[in-house]
């Protein structure tokens, strides 16, 4: 390095530090859209879980209503303790029954810890008017949230 004056050793200094700045934010940058990837995939996978609990009610209501209070927190969650005595009773009255079958699914936004899904599903329904089952076709946006390691429902809506 005795030929390298000391200006052309400043400039290859302040280059080596540019370089190994720019390499370190684009690592981060890349390790971030992995994570955001990686949350999209587990969130939809669950999402696509919880819309068939969310849309299927059997025999065993109470079953099915505990399972769809443990996947969902915040204002769904809420929502879904409150109207679900009433929405008990109207399922016990009528006889009814259905089951859920998520068409496809596509992600709609997503970061490290929340993730809305579009989900398209097909329900079939059975109720004591309709003996015959009856498809229904709904659009679902589903919010989920990282809570405690877990994705859960934070918001339902049919847009």
Known sequence: MADVPPAGF??????ALGAT????????????AKAVE???????DVARQYAVTLTSV????????????????GEFERMYAESSEQLRQLLIDNQ???EGVVVESGIKSAT???????LFIDQSVTNALVPEPRLDRSRVVMTMELVDGRWLASQVDLP
């Open 38 to 44: 990686s949350a999209a995939r587990e969130a939809s």
């Open 10 to 15: 400043a400039v290859l200094v302040v280059l």
């Open 112 to 118: 490290a810890t929340k993730v809305e899904v579009l």
């Open 21 to 32: 700045t720019t390499a370190a934010v684009f690592g981060l940058q890349l390790r971030e």
């Open 96 to 98: 009814a029954q259905a």
């Open 58 to 73: 059997g025999a065993d209501l109470e079953s099915d209503f505990t399972a769809v209070l443990d996947g969902a927190t």
